[in-house]
């Protein structure tokens, strides 16, 4: 009886498993798929871009070090509280979401922010605007941190396997990020009422010394991302400082995104080396990057979709905005989209079916509006 007992413990224990981390599951199949198709062997070491995996390995630790001291918390909490009204209120939330995805990523800004929009919606009795504000933070974490090289993961990546000047990354990202701006100031302004609001709760002090020194390591991290900083320094200098000013924030790092890029790697490259692949996808590439790698993320996600289809073309311009704008869509079109659903979820068990609706609709509306612009104007 007990081992029947143990067995049942251990398979509700990896259908959670399963459950949290869905991407990095279905990742971990593709790479193992396509191993039986490409035996492992030695090329599989150039699969793996250590810097991107370092670089994304220390911004998470050190964003986690700040969120642990409340930084991102209070901020928020006092630029909402300069505001009197639901939509105001509303649009900061979805402004500081906006802006936190492109110097924290966009998945950490969901993380830090998503609850601070459930304290503000819950406390002023404007539950009914959860939805539509969890949409609206999802959609500006994952067109917000497309500015940035550090704002999205797939970025990262294109960034540093590309070499693009930052310059012209941001250049690049420039239009479709001032259109995101609009068309999410435009539906807060449209669908959230003007009326009053007031936020309740006990106001928290900063920690002054370890904002400092979390400032620092997060400018090294940056420096890094930068290319100012060998990575190799990073490694060592963040993990170290942190295993003593804050080691929960070493183990609060989101390593199943990291897995998820790691057995993508691998995935990636073996596709790489099948002929049939190769060929099927430099002839979709080249009809259009944009709209393929749009298409694929709806499918795959835009992290897999970035690091697989960056080994088919050099059109890096074109599939940095697709793998952006394609973040849109589906629900499963972004990591961010599925942090949001579960966060919503955890919330509003009662409401899946409302939620997946208005998800769509804004979603696809947004992915079909850039889409459209961005094939105009390139």
Not at 168 to 195: D, G, H, K, Q, Y
């Amino acid at each position: 009886m007990k081992a029947i007992s143990f067995g049942k413990d251990l398979i509700q224990k990896g259908i959670g498993f399963v459950r949290r981390n869905p991407v990095m599951c279905i990742a971990f199949l593709a790479a193992a798929i396509t191993s039986l198709i490409v035996p492992p062997d030695k090329e599989y070491l150039g699969y793996f871009d250590v810097k991107t995996l370092t670089c994304l390995f220390c911004v998470l630790a050190v964003v986690c070090a700040l969120k642990n001291i409340d930084f991102f918390y209070i901020l928020a909490r006092r630029i909402v509280i300069l505001f009197g009204n639901a939509r105001l209120c509303i649009l900061a939330l979805v402004y500081i979401t906006f802006i936190g995805s492109m110097l924290i990523a966009n998945d950490m800004a969901l993380l830090t922010f998503l609850p601070l929009g459930y304290f503000v919606l819950s406390t002023t009795n404007q539950k009914r605007y959860m939805a539509f504000t969890f949409i609206m933070q999802n959609i500006a974490a994952n067109l917000g941190g497309m500015l940035t090289p550090f704002g999205n993961p797939q970025n990262l990546y294109l960034y540093t396997k590309f070499q693009i000047p930052t310059g012209e990354f941001m250049s690049i990202m420039a239009l479709p990020f001032v259109l995101a701006i609009a068309l999410i100031t435009v539906c807060c302004i449209v669908f959230v009422a003007s009326e009053p609001m007031h936020l309740e709760g006990t106001p928290i002090a900063l920690n002054a010394p370890r904002v400092l020194l979390y400032a620092i390591l997060f400018a090294l991290s940056i420096a890094i991302v930068f290319r100012g900083v060998p990575y190799g320094i990073g490694l060592i200098v963040i993990p170290a400082v942190l295993f003593f000013a804050d080691r929960k924030a070493l183990k609060m790092v989101d390593y199943p995104l990291l897995f998820t890029f790691a057995f993508f790697f691998v995935f990636s490259g073996n596709m790489a080396r099948m002929e049939a692949v190769r060929s099927l996808f430099s002839f979709l590439l080249g009809k259009s990057t944009l709209l393929f790698s749009v298409a694929s993320c709806q499918v795959i996600s835009n992290v897999p979709s970035a690091i697989l289809l960056s080994r088919f073309t050099e059109n890096y311009a074109d599939l940095l905005i697709g793998v952006n704008i394609g973040g849109a869509g589906t629900l499963i079109a972004s990591l961010a989209s599925l942090i949001t659903f579960r966060e919503y979820v955890k919330h509003e068990p009662k409401k899946i079916g409302y939620y997946v609706k208005m998800f769509s609709i804004f979603n696809f509306a947004f992915l079909i509006l850039l889409t459209a612009v961005m094939l105009f104007v390139r």
